[in-house]
T-cell receptor, first 113, second 113 residues
């Protein structure tokens, strides 16, 4: 099992450009999440999904959109990148049972110039 | 609102000694779950230990144990016989109502040989 994978691992964008981050999991998890990690801030929830075809906003959703067309994939889109979106992005997935741990991807380091 | 606070930005321990990382939290839920995650320089998020709030017994995983004080809303992590490989960022996290994790800002642990 590959677990949770993220594509790409690194990316540099110019202000105003768009891009999509792909998260894939092969553990048949229902729940998937996108977090961002900034220095001194810990991880903060951007958007999440509790199942195929569903998405919901987290703590810091502005400037991002998401889609979950297939159970195993969760896409995070930036329509018009801003320097404030420079961060490390983590995808995670888990089963419905709240005791189960979340499994994290390796992260994507995004720089917006 | 659910919050997690880690008041120690940095900690240091001598190899083979014991160190305790502090975490306090706030939640109105009666049943909840708490986690400690480790993030080494590789950036990968690794689950260290978890605790169910309704279980009074403190969780233990090899050299890692917690001191869970429900009334005080405290959840500290004790690392015994510290090893060089324990050097990392440690995040305390509370399971949110949507299954997401609410993270503290982290504690950077250094291990001196």
């Amino acid at each position: 099992n590959a677990g949770v994978t993220q594509t790409p691992k690194f990316r540099v964008l110019k202000t105003g450009q768009s891009m999509t981050l792909l998260c894939a999991q092969d553990m048949n998890h229902e729940y998937m999440y996108w977090y961002r990690q900034d220095p001194g801030m810990g991880l903060r929830l951007i958007h999440y999904s509790v199942g195929e075809g569903t998405t919901a906003k987290g703590e810091v959703p502005d400037g991002y959109n998401v889609s979950r067309l297939k159970k195993q994939n969760f896409l995070l889109g930036l329509e018009s990148a801003a320097p404030s979106q420079t961060s490390v992005y983590f995808c995670a997935s888990s089963y419905i049972n709240t005791y189960n741990e979340q499994f994290f991807g390796p992260g994507t380091r995004l720089t917006v110039l | 609102a659910q919050t997690v606070t880690q008041s120690q930005p940095e900690m240091s321990v001598q190899e083979a000694e014991t160190v305790t990382l502090s975490c306090t939290y706030d939640t109105s839920e009666s049943d909840y779950y708490l986690f400690w995650y480790k993030q080494p320089p590789s950036r990968q998020m690794i689950l260290v230990i978890r605790q169910e709030a309704y279980k009074q017994q403190n969780a233990t995983e090899n050299r890692f144990s917690v001191n869970f004080q429900k009334a005080a809303k405290s959840f500290s992590l004790k690392i015994s016989d510290s090893q060089l490989g324990d050097a990392a960022m440690y995040f305390c996290a509370l399971r949110g109502s949507q299954g997401n994790l609410i993270f503290g800002k982290g504690t950077k642990l250094s291990v001196k040989p």
